[in-house]
């Protein structure tokens, strides 16, 4: 890492968008992204992972401020690791109202834990179910 950058300064974050295709809900209205979050968005994606989606960080679409919120797997394309800068991204992380330990931090190793994340993120989007249990068994070892 770059001697200039202290710790608080950057983060490793795993991130992604909202799809920009439009699909039916279960009441046939067509829509576009999620209740939170437009189509297209750029979401920070969290370590807590639920049977029915992820759980997000993100511009919100009708405030201009970052909102926490649940999102299916199914609405999220393009999972991928990358630094972060911005310092309402991460105050926001630093004060979280859930747990502190679910975002990365500015070390190799969390580097290394983030793509292992967004690989099996992946994973668990193309289908594979073990992937989701790899994870819970991780979770259960490395924080029960």
Known sequence: MNKMIKPGMMK????A?????SYCDKNGFIR???K???AGRKIYL?????????VAMGLNRYKSRYDTDTVPLDLVENI?????????ILIKMGFCDEYIDMWWSHRAEDFKRAQEYAEMLNCIK?????????YFDEVMVNYC
């Open 17 to 21: 968008n909202i799809k920009s295709d």
């Open 32 to 34: 576009y992204g999620t």
């Open 36 to 38: 939170v979050f437009p």
């Open 12 to 15: 490793y974050c795993v991130v």
């Open 46 to 54: 969290s370590r807590r992972l639920w049977k029915n989606g992820v």
């Open 126 to 134: 193309n289908g594979d179910i073990t992937a989701f249990d790899r």
């Open 80 to 88: 991928r690791v990358t630094r972060t800068f911005k310092p309402s």
